[in-house]
């Protein structure tokens, strides 16, 4: 544990959030989203010794988990919420889609609640810190817990209106976030591997093996790596740049969440597109924003400025990794 987290221990009531309770269907929605895939799962195992997986499952979900882990880490997370860079209309579009088929939300919604972690960040106001019930086994116990999913189910929401006024500007995001149509984006999640899985076996069985293992299984992993990133990556970790929050690297987490998981310079600089910004730090976002640039679909990116990664150093280190 780290000396002085006590102090972010202390409950009190959360500011900032709307006034008027989360409808119900949205507190089903987030029933269903998260606690299905782990339902899914847990039903795989039986169905597995049953049917078995093919290589045409391992393919599928090979296949469509980077195009959802890059809508949350370089839609949900760089562009929407941090403005690391701009974008072309249909590439905004693209990402708010690929992430809201990762089942976390609406991009609005998503963008609210991580903007307003980032301006409390293990203080009071925090929607999912780890540090919420206090140090020590118990309390770091459930704080693991909330911060990893807890937090989900609470019964009031972030105001959309105080920390995402932008996107609520943007019509096409709006859309994007209407009910019905979020449904659907959802709904495509589990359709679109169905659909791949009938068509590469020309069976009822590849259609459903797919459905489960590249489908409910890939949302199961994608969403528990990103929740990783609000728990363990709070609490466990090295700390190389300064920061008022409990933010860290967990370097094992880098691959899985393409980057994220290098997140203490992220809360030092958290308009930055690249995380990983140390020599040997994968961060395949960076890479794929890099990519997007050069091809000339993004521009404006904010990349790592050496003087002001030296400034929030803890202590000297090798020349930041080169954009």
């Not at 998260?34 to 393919?59: E, K, L, N, Q, R």
Request: proline residues 7%; glycine residues 8%.
């Amino acid at each position: 544990m780290t000396a002085g987290v006590a102090d972010v221990g202390r409950r009190a009531p959360l500011p900032d959030i709307a006034p008027k309770p989360v409808p119900m269907i949205e507190r089903i929605s987030v029933v269903v989203f998260v606690v299905a895939p782990i339902v899914g799962v847990a039903a795989a195992v039986p169905f597995f010794w049953g049917w078995g997986i093919g290589w045409t499952d391992v393919a599928i979900f090979a296949f469509l988990y980077p195009f959802n882990a890059l809508g949350i880490t370089v839609g949900y997370h760089r562009y929407f919420t941090h403005q690391g860079f701009k974008a072309k209309r249909w590439l905004k579009i693209a990402l708010a889609v690929l992430g809201g088929q990762a089942w976390q939300g609406s991009v609005i919604f998503w963008v609210s609640d991580h903007r307003r972690h980032h301006k409390y960040s293990d203080r009071d106001g925090d929607p999912h810190s780890p540090w919420a019930f206090g140090p020590g086994v118990w309390g770091l116990t459930k704080g693991l817990f909330h911060a990893h999913m807890g937090w989900l189910f609470r019964k009031t929401r972030t105001s959309r209106t105080k920390y995402a006024p932008d996107l609520l500007k943007d019509p096409d995001l709006r859309f994007l976030g209407r009910n019905d149509v979020y449904v659907l984006i959802a709904a495509s999640t589990l359709l679109v591997p169905m659909g791949l899985g009938a068509l590469l076996t020309w069976s009822w069985h590849g259609a459903v093996t797919a459905l489960f293992w590249a489908g409910i299984l890939r949302v199961f992993a994608g969403d528990h790596v990103t929740f990783s990133i609000n728990s363990i990556c709070h609490v466990f970790g090295k700390k190389p740049f300064k920061t008022r929050d409990e933010s860290r690297n967990v370097w094992w987490l880098a691959i899985p969440s393409f980057g994220e998981s290098w997140h203490n310079l992220h809360h030092a600089d958290p308009t930055c597109a690249r995380h990983g910004v140390l020599k040997g730090q994968v961060d395949i976002s960076a890479r794929t924003i890099w990519l997007f640039e050069k091809l000339g679909w993004v521009w404006d990116v904010r990349w790592p400025d050496a003087d002001r990664l030296a400034a929030r150093r803890n202590q000297p280190d090798p020349e930041p990794a080169a954009a």
